[in-house]
T-cell receptor, first 111, second 114 residues
Framework: DQQVKQNSPSLSVQEGRISILNCDYT??????FLWYKKYPAEGPTFLIS?????DKNEDGRFTVFLNKSAKHLSLHIVPSQPGDSAVYFC??????????FGTGTSLTVIP | EAGVAQSPRYKIIEKRQSVAFWCNPI?????LYWYQQILGQGPKLLIQ????????DSQLPKDRFSAERLKGVDSTLKIQPAKLEDSAVYLC????????????FGNGTRLTVT
């Protein structure tokens, strides 16, 4: 039962443009959402989080948007840089307990 | 601050053998998690500890997997006997507390079962 879905396995973006990564979830009890970035042979690195009381959280070039009615969140990276090329995972939890992860989106930023 | 430490980085074993993984979380982090990540999938929780007590082990295949966290710090995850389908990356993560606190992952152990 895949409760968190990332339907785009890959995304290519030109350097300097916006990257938008999407994530959908099915469990309406989820109230805490996170994005992770993963380079090959490394563990996932925490990027940004959002709780369900907000609809937007920003940290530098990274912004996460949450649409609770659509059960959808997205990560915007502006401007995209070649170093952002990695696999991005979204994760969700209810009450900060067991975290469910999506299958990841591989982002390639083209110089 | 030092990150989550895991060892070994790689392990190759034959099916039916046993293997153990070690994790040292970030200092002061009370919650420790073991995740299994199969190629092409997202991490799946195996077990969650709060200090040295188990919070959630509902997805741990208890007939072959075991984990412990002695003294509420380091943790070991053991597989005995291993199956081919256990080939995966085993990730350890820690968080400052349970609830609304991001997980910080180690670099994982890549297990290959032949």
């Amino acid at each position: 039962d895949q409760q968190v879905k990332q339907n785009s396995p890959s995304l290519s973006v030109q350097e300097g443009r916006i990257s938008i990564l999407n994530c959908d979830y099915t469990n309406s009890m989820f109230d805490y959402f996170l994005w992770y970035k993963k380079y090959p042979a490394e563990g996932p690195t925490f990027l940004i989080s959002i709780s369900s009381i907000k609809d937007k959280n920003e940290d530098g070039r990274f912004t996460v948007f949450l649409n609770k009615s659509a059960k959808h969140l997205s990560l915007h990276i502006v401007p995209s840089q070649p170093g952002d090329s990695a696999v991005y995972f979204c994760a969700a939890s209810a009450n900060g307990n067991q975290f469910y992860f999506g299958t990841g989106t591989s982002l390639t930023v083209i110089p | 601050e030092a990150g989550v430490a895991q060892s070994p980085r790689y392990k190759i074993i034959e099916k039916r053998q046993s293997v153990a993984f070690w994790c040292n979380p970030i200092s002061g982090h009370a919650t420790l998690y073991w995740y299994q990540q199969i190629l092409g999938q997202g991490p799946k929780l195996l077990i969650q500890f709060q200090n040295n007590g188990v919070v959630d082990d509902s997805q741990l295949p208890k007939d072959r997997f075991s984990a412990e966290r002695l003294k509420g710090v380091d943790s070991t995850l053991k597989i005995q006997p291993a199956k081919l389908e256990d080939s995966a990356v085993y990730l350890c993560a820690s968080s400052f507390r349970t609830g609304y606190s991001p997980l910080h992952f180690g670099n994982g152990t890549r297990l290959t079962v032949t």
